[in-house]
């Protein structure tokens, strides 16, 4: 226990809790959520960061609640103790989020899965943190709705709003924190905030909805979730199209953009993910960047968007660009993007992968990919990219055997590398995986002292103790 | 000065500061800033709350900075002297916003007005407070570029950012939560925080960025804005159409916006409004409730979408929908919709107005209005309703004697069971205008305990002593 702790310390991360207090935390949680409660080795290694290469940091136990009201308990047994907690959607994140360096609970929302309500005229949904992106969607299709928001893995929602997610849709439905209308959150003293109500709109006070989204569990527990949700587009028509070189790609995004063509999505693989994809899946494609793009709309809209974003690519000196209708044929032309990160693995079998994720203003963006392509070859990397590149983000996949200390060294260095060359080119060093463990020691170059400080006195306003996924986002 | 109060006290509104602590500060900014600060009887009150029923406040005194560096040095003597400070834009707020009920310094921002950079490229501009949204757009528009935000009133865009303002572009374009790409504010301590970088999205810690769109200054002053731009429409199409009911043209709405039609006005009058405008314009329009539409996209896009609003629009009753893409053309059909401020005032000349806001899930919108529509005749009032249904965001416009207490007391009891109807329905106090003092006490019909508990938390993490624009938002 940490009573002696002064504020500013507990900001910059508590001990670990001390035997007697997990003892404590464990009996009361066993009774009052019985075989709810996990302490075996395998699932507490589960739960902690199981991704890349952040070393795996348990926690002490699991437990499993199924309600707010539930999590409350939990909460304030913890804060009782002075015992970290530490909330667990499914795992996928990508930077040490759910690591619990300084042990402590896990609460994992998985049995928080209910859909409690949607209301298809208000284009919106209720529902808890453990509603997967797919199982939300699958209960949506007969109803004509979806929700956009695609990270790629089946991601809880909860864990979505935390890491403040995106994907491959936004650049025409933003991301998580654009979609979400409302939430309910256990604060670190067990209090229940709801953070707006159900209109599409308010200025009724600080935006603490936005302010929860990309918190990453440090300041509370995400415990019900209000999601807009939008048509399922009537027609949809999809392209690929190849480039002479990757600063053709960007510009034509761009362009695609400024003449306001509504692009769903609109993805680039530079060559050497192409290479992949033709070995992986013998494709035979053209080793050049490719963009992939979507257009969702009417029937004669979607036609229109294509046709548009054709002429534009023909004017940039692109391939012939291919685009189809039908959902087989829109799936065949995809193919090469569904595929790019078990491609990408195929390259080197049984090698470990890191998915870096920058985000810069999409006029440095084909500076920024150009850059990192001299910087893999100098260094002589296997190291495929993809990008949402309508958002000026991107992704690069260093392959490395992670039991060869001077070659996880040398990925280290590179993805550094990258991160410093989207900072000086005014963008983030995390454009939708969120800052976890592993990417709080670039935050002090993002943001000037000043910013941090004012994140911090937040941090310590609303959980004083810092026991809300302590060891996250701030660093200290 | 108020030495001994604590940070409790502090938080709940401090006391006015002692003359000696004004004339510190005057003294000060006088040597700083020479005629740049004004202590005029005629210009402080100017920088009160001029509109609607709340009492002017005016401050003691008004200061004009020019640059971030000079804010810098206002806030720190404040600071010192523990003087309240209110940031000032242009005055257009509806609820009491700049108004100095415990006295202090009017930071008024009007000579920060330069655009500092667009780029075009990325879709966005770097500009300071004071520009006005119509400065912008005039300066945008030969590059074919423009701010789709749009209040009615030409506001500072650090006005509308404080204020989280939205207005008819919004169930397109979103609101200032979603065009602020980052901004830069000094918080109490005299500190200069930048919330994010100009990458278009970003997961690098808490979202500082929508923490201040809406505080009303309370959390800081900003001093610089990096917005998000968006093309000049192709082509526009607009058009108008009479309903049988409120209910029928909610219903259009909505089957509007669920169909997937990225209708870019949809704004209601109702048959009061519409007489309102016959009496005004002379136009002998259908006294009925009217939906005026906007449409943008290429020239087949905006007509297949007027098209397919008419046939849904038929299908619920509706009249003859008239529309059409001439510039002229277009400007003659939403005449009414434009005039319809003056055309309300007009119905009882000289008369004081109020411009009430609330905002409720769509769902629930038809009921609303009507409801308010039963109220206003069981009342007896003039109040025309127009509204940004795409968001379920309605205005009254009650018209009364300003000088008649009885009449007075009538409107107050009205408004406040508008606000009681849109809360029953799941729907928030205020939309767009913002909480300021007049909307303070609703905040805890909107809100748990809990959640306006956080707001004050995070209130007092930032500005422990309360001398950021005290006396708004958060009710002690």
Same mark, same amino acid.
């Given at each position: 226990?940490?009573?002696?702790?002064?504020?500013?310390?507990?900001?910059?991360?508590?001990?670990?809790?001390?035997?007697?207090?997990?003892?404590?935390?464990?009996?009361?949680? @066993?009774?009052?959520?019985?075989?709810?409660?996990?302490?075996?080795?395998?699932?507490?290694?589960?739960?902690?960061?199981?991704?890349?290469?952040?070393?795996?940091?348990?926690?002490?136990?699991?437990?499993?609640?199924?309600?707010?009201?539930?999590?409350?308990?939990?909460?304030?047994?913890? &804060?009782?103790?002075?015992?970290?907690?530490?909330?667990?959607?499914?795992? $996928?994140?990508?930077?040490?989020?759910?690591? &619990?360096?300084?042990?402590?609970?896990?609460?994992?929302?998985?049995?928080?899965?209910?859909?409690?309500?949607?209301?298809?005229?208000?284009?919106?949904?209720?529902?808890?943190?453990?509603?997967?992106?797919?199982?939300?969607?699958?209960?949506?299709?007969?109803?004509?709705?979806?929700?956009?928001?695609?990270?790629?893995?089946?991601?809880?929602?909860?864990?979505?709003?935390?890491?403040?997610?995106?994907?491959?849709?936004?650049?025409?439905?933003?991301?998580?924190?654009?979609?979400? @209308?409302?939430?309910?959150?256990?604060?670190?003293?067990?209090?229940?905030?709801?953070?707006?109500?159900?209109?599409?709109?308010?200025?009724?006070?600080?935006?603490?909805?936005?302010?929860?989204?990309?918190?990453?569990? $440090?300041?509370?527990?995400?415990?019900?979730?209000?999601?807009?949700?939008?048509?399922?587009?009537?027609?949809?028509?999809?392209?690929?199209?190849?480039?002479?070189?990757?600063? &053709?790609?960007?510009?034509?995004?761009?362009?695609?953009?400024?003449?306001?063509?509504?692009?769903?999505?609109?993805?680039?693989?530079?060559?050497?993910?192409?290479?992949?994809?033709?070995?992986?899946?013998?494709?035979?494609?053209?080793?050049?960047?490719?963009?992939?793009?979507?257009?969702?709309?009417?029937?004669?809209?979607?036609?229109?968007?294509?046709?548009?974003?054709?002429?534009?690519?023909?004017?940039?000196?692109?391939? &012939?660009?291919?685009?189809?209708?039908?959902?087989?044929?829109? $799936?065949?032309?995809?193919?090469?993007?569904?595929?790019?990160?078990?491609?990408?693995?195929? @390259?080197?079998?049984?090698?470990?992968?890191?998915? $870096?994720?920058?985000?810069?203003?999409?006029?440095?963006?084909?500076?920024?990919?150009?850059?990192?392509?001299?910087?893999?070859?100098?260094?002589?990397?296997?190291?495929?990219?993809?990008?949402?590149?309508?958002?000026?983000?991107?992704?690069?996949?260093?392959?490395?055997?992670?039991?060869?200390?001077?070659?996880?060294?040398?990925?280290?260095?590179?993805?550094?590398?990258?991160?410093?060359?989207? @900072?000086?080119?005014?963008?983030?060093?995390?454009?939708?995986?969120?800052?976890?463990?592993?990417?709080?020691?670039?935050?002090?170059?993002?943001?000037?002292?000043?910013?941090?400080?004012?994140?911090?006195?937040?941090?310590?306003?609303?959980?004083?103790?810092?026991?809300?996924?302590?060891?996250?986002?701030?660093?200290?």
């Amino acid at each position: 226990m940490q009573a002696g702790t002064d504020a500013l310390n507990a900001a910059q991360g508590p001990a670990r809790p001390t035997p007697e207090a997990i003892e404590a935390v464990t009996g009361g949680l @066993l009774r009052q959520f019985g075989n709810r409660v996990v302490t075996s080795q395998a699932v507490r290694e589960q739960h902690g960061h199981t991704l890349t290469w952040t070393p795996n940091q348990p926690p002490d136990l699991v437990v499993f609640p199924e309600t707010t009201a539930e999590v409350v308990k939990i909460v304030k047994l913890c &804060a009782a103790h002075r015992v970290p907690m530490v909330p667990f959607g499914t795992g $996928t994140s990508l930077e040490g989020h759910v690591n &619990a360096p300084f042990g402590g609970v896990s609460i994992d929302t998985s049995l928080m899965k209910r859909i409690i309500a949607v209301h298809a005229e208000d284009l919106d949904c209720v529902i808890e943190p453990g509603v997967t992106r797919k199982m939300l969607n699958e209960h949506l299709r007969d109803m004509g709705l979806f929700f956009p928001i695609d990270p790629g893995a089946d991601a809880s929602l909860g864990g979505m709003a935390s890491t403040r997610a995106s994907g491959t849709n936004a650049v025409r439905y933003g991301t998580m924190k654009d979609n979400v @209308l409302s939430l309910t959150a256990v604060l670190a003293n067990g209090e229940v905030v709801k953070t707006a109500r159900r209109a599409k709109k308010s200025s009724a006070g600080y935006d603490l909805t936005r302010l929860f989204v990309g918190a990453e569990g $440090t300041l509370g527990i995400i415990t019900e979730l209000t999601l807009k949700l939008h048509g399922i587009p009537e027609a949809i028509s999809a392209g690929v199209c190849s480039f002479p070189s990757i600063a &053709a790609a960007c510009d034509v995004t761009i362009a695609t953009i400024q003449s306001g063509i509504p692009v769903a999505r609109i993805e680039l693989a530079d060559a050497a993910q192409i290479r992949a994809i033709n070995l992986y899946s013998k494709l035979g494609l053209p080793e050049q960047p490719m963009l992939f793009v979507e257009f969702h709309g009417t029937d004669q809209g979607v036609r229109e968007q294509a046709e548009r974003f054709g002429e534009i690519a023909a004017e940039y000196g692109a391939g &012939a660009f291919e685009w189809e209708t039908k959902p087989e044929d829109r $799936t065949r032309l995809w193919q090469a993007r569904h595929d790019a990160y078990w491609a990408a693995h195929a @390259l080197r079998p049984g090698a470990k992968s890191l998915s $870096t994720d920058v985000c810069v203003p999409i006029s440095r963006l084909a500076e920024c990919v150009e850059e990192t392509q001299r910087d893999i070859a100098e260094t002589g990397l296997l190291a495929p990219i993809v990008g949402h590149v309508g958002d000026g983000n991107f992704h690069v996949l260093p392959l490395f055997d992670g039991d060869d200390p001077a070659e996880v060294a040398k990925v280290k260095a590179f993805v550094e590398r990258i991160v410093e060359r989207a @900072l000086a080119m005014e963008g983030t060093c995390t454009g939708e995986h969120g800052v976890g463990q592993a990417k709080m020691k670039y935050l002090p170059l993002e943001h000037p002292a000043a910013t941090l400080d004012a994140m911090r006195a937040v941090k310590l306003a609303l959980d004083p103790m810092n026991i809300m996924n302590p060891g996250k986002i701030i660093p200290s």
